[in-house]
């Protein structure tokens, strides 16, 4: 049986973030062939310069690429930072630019913000941008998120928590069966 694994990727580097806790939740909701790993060293990339973008490229953006190459999918939940991409995760997506790790890459995006929507729409363009493979079924944006977590950050409403199964399984369904 072939196996895929989904490449998790929280926008908050925050310890105990939900944006992680929510992926945590959706992983553990996944069953066979299917696994979700949660990316690692997004806080180390150093800042995005053109001119270092080169071979070999620093150890952390070799490693990010790479965690990239061996998902056959991603899924990336994110807050809204100032009405847009928090900087970490849009620094990440800088280095991937030229590499073309995302291109055809099935991706699903969940923003979970206060509102969200400059951020949604932001990221939606970026991951366009990149040739990633998003469709409207795939990208999910949860206002007001504070409201539906529970004491351990997860998604204890049912309609969003149904939402949220909904997007992940669209690009289960659309990309990777």
């Known amino acids: ?18 944006h992680t806790a ?16 949660l990316c690692e060293g997004l806080e180390e990339i150093p800042a995005f310069n053109p001119e270092k973008d080169i071979d070999p490229a620093p150890a952390s953006v070799a490693h990010f690429r790479d965690q990239l190459k061996s998902a056959d999918a991603l899924l990336i939940c ?10 970490a995760l849009k620094n990440a997506m800088d280095w991937v630019v030229s590499s073309g790790e995302l291109v ?16 949604h729409q932001s990221i939606q363009l970026v ?10 079924d795939t990208t999910l ?11 351990q950050n997860q998604i204890s409403d049912p309609a969003t928590l149904a939402d949220a199964q909904k997007a992940l399984q669209s690009l289960i369904n659309t990309n990777l069966q």
């Open 104 to 119: 055809n890459k099935p991706v699903a995006v969940i923003t979970a913000s206060g509102l969200g929507e400059h951020a």
């Open 22 to 37: 929510i992926l945590e939740q959706l992983s553990a909701l996944l069953e066979e062939p299917f696994k979700l790993l």
């Open 78 to 87: 994110t807050p809204e930072y100032a009405y847009g991409i928090p900087g």
């Open 141 to 151: 944006l949860i206002s007001w998120i504070k409201g539906k977590l529970n004491e």
């Open 127 to 136: 991951l366009t941008a990149m040739n990633a493979k998003i469709t409207e």
């Open 1 to 18: 049986m072939e196996r895929y694994t989904i490449l998790g990727i929280s926008g908050s580097l925050r310890q105990g973030a939900a």
